[in-house]
């Protein structure tokens, strides 16, 4: 579940910095009642820049089969068992 926490609560660093490694996710801060920033561990952020990273790439890679673009996954296989002459492919 995600945690909000008011911008008062970054004044205890230690207890926002455990939070963020023992959580796992990012922690929501708002100022006023409203969304202000969003805060994570550096572990947190580079598992999300990781995903975000293969859903970029699994989008373009819909964008090519959608235009056409790309080899069939079979044709792949059998080019390659004739350029090695390998039938377990």
Do not use: W
Request: proline share 3%.
């Amino acid at each position: 579940m995600p945690q909000i926490r008011p911008i008062t609560d970054l004044r205890n660093t230690i207890e926002i910095s455990e939070l963020c490694h023992c959580s796992g996710e990012p922690i929501f801060i708002t100022k006023n009642g409203y969304g202000d920033m969003v805060i994570m561990s550096n572990e947190t952020y580079e598992k999300e820049l990781a995903a975000a990273e293969i859903f970029r790439k699994l989008l373009i890679a819909q964008r090519q089969i959608d235009a056409g673009e790309g080899v069939n996954g079979e044709q792949v296989l059998e080019q390659l068992r004739s350029k090695f002459k390998y039938d377990e492919l």
